[in-house]
């Protein structure tokens, strides 16, 4: 199995803090591509078994310094064991696990650069959050004040400041997960490693959460590597992903590069929403593949969009994504190719409202997302309409 | 397969000394007692010799039946009385008391527990004996003239005595089951249209009886070889299985034979356990 | 009000368990060499006896002596089985643990009778020693149910997560398990030495001539004389008892409101 890296440099939105010069920033202080930084953690051929079961088939792979980087996958796919795999709370069947350039083959848990935030959090019920916060300072050859102000300054960066003497049980699930990252941050490790941390919060809590930890990852530039089932999160916070089925990597690129170019239907059926409708390749041409489907017609598909079709597939299909084609308005010329078709469903969202549209000749609707703009009108059911679309928003899976 | 294999040997060895304690302390001493109820008794010595006399000698012998069904009848008697008595405050404990209260409750039922069991053995005796608690106080009334001689020295006043001794064993089992019961399921009942007490026949108790099992055998079966009841509140003209296996092991010291008698008693009551199992499976398989 | 019928029946309910004990100090402070009624005149001679006899004391510590060790014994028998049903999965785990939860179900005839025959047939002298063997033996499996509750309650988590932050595996179960079970571990010692204390068969069997309280309780009762004595026995050992349980329950819910657990009376 081969990981793919390409595409352009990942987040262009966020805007890098204005931080000084340091890991992976160039003089300016600006991030430097992540495809020429350091390597921090490599897995060469890694094989994971329990008993009969393959839970890791053969994982290679490389995250670089000051990256946030994200396990995704269903449940089940491998992505935790893989993180419990760096982190040294599983041995591999076979294979290398690098940290930082070193082997990583019977350094136990304790002994590893990383750090992790549980799932759970794993707040230690019996101790203060400072206690917490301070438990893996136990070694550390520091003065007892000097611990305590890292305490403290650790309980800041989270934005717990003050919480230090408070019962650690008596916290709310936020704030638990914010000692955890504090505990774990306070050690500096080169790696803080995040098993399914959003999971357990509420949807706002969870937006806000995802919001800050890319703000602290870049404050602290180590690497953070994030396990989710949860494909938006994985998009929002990751400088790339790595989507995982079945104990392998299927896809390995950053979140815009994984969106509009799947791999495969599989990768493109987990992130977001795709529709597929079945097709007949009637050849290869000069511009590409030539295809027919049912309510488009025939033409040409861009070598480019030409993607791998998974064996349980049922036969080749096209794809695309719901905001890949357009409802023109009534009087408004199609700016490319357009089918008629008619609205059998409407779901109004508040933003966005989702169209189920027949389109003409075709056996089952697809589904066609339109930002509601002021002064649009929402479509009603029934609408004869037509929709706009362009060979290059379709992707073929062969 | 290596990891998983590190992980039974992680298991095996955090549980090899509490079950090598076990093998050599338990396993071994039954197994012993087992093979000694196949050999032959030559009075001080023991002679290696397979057979099946001693089974043979317990089956034919008048007293170990007698003593046999007496004991299985006390113990039915004192477990259906003890858990019929204590459903209703297990039932009480669950559903009436509040819940800041309830720790207070099962404390308090579980302190008696706590006293001395021989003590406690003794004072029924002198709450039940001719000059005891009940006679004297029925004669201050002037409700009798003698004292009552038949409250003593017979089978209700045993099985009164081990009602008494194994109440909490049964009231805590049957509690934690209806705890476990989801108040929701007693309200769809209601909102089914059944009644409060059919409510009660057709949700609460069939979901209880996972408790009630097990109380019935938390209490069947220590009853069964109970010895210092019979023996102080029988007035030792009662006895039972465990005065006999303790006459035939010391007083008469015929290990092979006192063996055979232990291993018949234990097979009854396994069998007898197995048998109640077996016909209330229905109610074990309600939960996972 | 509701349950009004079920509240009396279980105060009728309550008086019934409590009524032997009740009465113990009625007799235990009366000067009737007879433990009937009517009743004489205070007295304290009893307790006074009680402290005088040389029998007694030596049972006394001979019982302290093995209530204490098959607590400590159990315990810690009983911390090994919990942890390796609750942390682990092997083959022979099931029959493994039913071997060492047995005698909870083996009426204590059966493990008296048989731990003798063996220890006889070994040539092993009876003694204080073999009484605590057997006791080790029937309070191992109240330790493992105390037990397996207090680390199945606990996240499989936190123990790696003080792995995580660079504690060997030894010093997180002694800085993260070990004061979390702590409560469960304090309910495991007491009711294992309550149970020792009590237990009457087995010693019965195993001490050879050496007296336990039980069975020096039991001797006496068969002589009408000492028992006032006994009674005054029985009041202190209750008296004892309840002062242990309650020592017990306060443990307990500390423990629980440590880890902001909420008190269900230990019966979640």
């Known amino acids: ?398 | 397969m290596a990891a998983s294999g590190t992980e039974s040997g992680q298991g095996l060895r955090m549980i090899a000394p509490p079950l090598l304690y076990a093998v050599l302390m338990l396993a071994i001493p039954l197994l012993t007692i087992l093979t000694f109820s196949f050999i032959r008794d030559g009075y001080q010595i023991v002679i290696w010799e397979l057979t099946l006399e001693n089974y043979r000698a317990v089956w034919a012998d008048q007293i170990f039946r007698a003593l046999m069904l007496r004991s299985l009848g006390v113990a039915m008697l004192v477990t259906l009385a003890t858990v019929v008595l204590a459903f209703p405050v297990a039932y009480f404990l669950s559903f009436v008391v509040a819940p800041r209260r309830k720790a207070m409750w099962i404390f308090l039922i579980t302190i008696p527990f706590w006293t001395s069991y021989l003590i406690r053995v003794f004072l029924w005796k002198v709450i039940l004996g001719y000059n005891g608690v009940i006679n004297s106080g029925l004669k201050s009334l002037g409700l009798i003239e003698q004292p009552l001689s038949f409250l003593l020295y017979n089978t209700g006043s045993i099985v009164v005595t081990l009602a008494h001794a194994y109440a909490p064993f049964a009231i805590l089992p049957i509690y934690v089951a209806l705890e476990r019961i989801d108040r929701s399921l007693l309200e769809a009942g209601r909102d089914l249209g059944e009644s409060r007490a059919m409510t009660f026949w057709r949700v609460t108790l069939p979901l209880a009886m996972p408790g009630v099992l097990a109380a019935v055998l938390i209490v069947f079966i220590p009853t069964m070889g109970d010895y210092v009841t019979p023996t102080l509140i029988g007035g030792g003209k009662i006895p039972m299985v465990a005065n006999l296996i303790q006459a035939q092991m010391l007083d008469i010291d015929n290990k092979p034979l006192g063996s055979a008698i232990a291993v018949t008693a234990m097979l009854i009551v396994t069998l007898l356990a197995a048998l109640f199992l077996l016909l209330n499976r229905r109610f074990l398989r309600v939960r996972t | 009000m509701r349950g009004g019928g079920l509240r009396a029946y279980a105060l009728l309910y309550l008086l019934f368990l409590y009524a032997p004990i009740l009465l113990l100090p009625v007799f235990a402070f009366n000067s009737g060499t007879i433990v009937a009624f009517p009743l004489n005149e205070f007295t304290t001679q009893w307790f006074s006896q009680l402290w005088g006899n040389t029998t007694l004391r030596r049972a006394l510590v001979n019982s302290l002596t093995i209530a204490v060790s098959a607590a400590v014994l159990a315990t810690v028998l009983g911390m090994f089985a919990a942890r390796a049903s609750t942390r682990y999965r092997f083959p022979g785990q099931g029959a493994a643990l039913g071997l060492i939860m047995l005698p909870l179900v083996l009426p204590e005839i059966i493990v008296g009778v048989s731990l003798l025959v063996v220890l006889l047939a070994v040539g092993v002298e009876l003694s204080v020693l073999t009484v605590i063997i057997g006791h080790t033996l029937i309070c191992t499996p109240y330790s493992v149910a105390i037990l397996t509750t207090a680390f199945s309650s606990l996240d499989q988590s936190l123990e790696e997560a003080a792995q995580d932050l660079g504690e060997s595996r030894w010093n997180a179960f002694r800085l993260v398990i070990l004061p979390l079970v702590m409560p469960g571990i304090m309910s495991s010692l007491l009711m294992s030495f309550t149970i020792s204390l009590d237990e009457f068969i087995i010693a019965f069997f195993l001490a050879g001539n050496e007296p336990t309280l039980p069975t020096y309780i039991f001797s006496q009762l068969r002589f009408p004389k000492a028992i006032p004595m006994i009674m005054a026995l029985g009041t202190v050992l209750v008296a004892a008892s309840i002062l242990l349980l309650a020592l017990a329950e306060y443990f307990r819910r500390r423990g629980a409101a440590r880890t902001g657990q909420t008190n269900s009376g230990g019966f979640p």
Not at chain 1, 100 to 124: E, H, L, W
Request: hydrophobic letters at 40%.
């Open chain 1, 1 to 398: 199995m081969t990981a793919q890296t390409s595409g352009p440099a990942p987040n262009p939105g966020l805007a890098p803090a204005p931080a000084a010069a340091g890991p992976a920033r160039d003089a300016q202080g600006r991030p430097t591509p992540i495809s020429s930084r350091r390597a921090m953690i490599e897995c060469r051929g890694v094989h994971k078994y329990y008993g009969d079961y393959h839970a890791l088939r053969g994982i290679d792979l490389t995250i670089r310094e000051a990256e946030f980087f994200s396990l995704l996958g269903p449940s089940g796919c491998g992505k935790t064991t893989l993180l419990r795999t760096i982190a040294g709370f599983e041995d591999i069947s076979s294979g290398v696990v690098l940290i930082d350039g070193r082997d990583m083959a019977r350094v136990p848990a304790n002994a590893r650069p990383t750090n992790m935030v549980f799932q759970s959090y794993a707040i230690f019920p019996h101790l203060t959050v400072a206690q917490n916060v301070a438990f893996g300072l136990r070694r550390d050859p520091r003065s007892r004040a000097e611990k305590a102000a890292a305490v403290e300054e650790a309980l800041a960066m989270v934005g717990l400041k003050g919480y230090g003497a408070r019962a650690a049980h008596a916290l709310s699930g936020g704030q638990r997960q914010r000692v955890a990252l504090a505990r774990a941050l306070i050690l500096k490790p080169k790696v803080l490693l995040l098993d399914e941390p959003l999971s357990a919060l509420d949807r706002k809590m969870r937006e806000q959460m995802q919001v800050e930890l890319i703000k602290l990852q870049r404050q602290v530039g180590i690497t953070f590597v994030l396990v989710t089932h949860d494909q938006e999160e994985a998009l929002v916070m990751s400088d790339r992903i790595a989507v995982m089925f079945e104990g392998e990597i299927a896809q390995l690129s950053y979140p815009e590069e994984l969106y509009s170019r799947p791999v495969s239907r599989r990768v493109a059926d987990f992130i977001g929403m795709m529709n597929f409708l079945p097709v007949r390749i009637l050849g290869d041409s000069d511009a590409g593949v030539r295809v027919d489907v049912p309510g488009f017609g025939e033409f040409d598909i861009p070598a480019a969009n030409v993607s791998r079709a998974d064996p349980g597939d049922p036969g080749p299909s096209v794809g695309f994504r719901p905001e890949a084609v357009t409802i023109l308005s009534r009087d408004a010329p199609a700016p490319h190719r357009e089918t008629p078709g008619v609205i059998e469903e409407v779901v109004y969202y508040g933003d966005m409202t989702y169209y189920d549209v027949r389109l003409e000749g075709a056996e089952r609707p697809v589904r066609i997302s339109m930002r509601n703009v002021f002064g649009r009108d929402i479509q009603d059911l029934g609408t004869r309409t037509r929709v706009s679309w362009s060979p290059g928003s379709l992707i073929l899976f062969r």
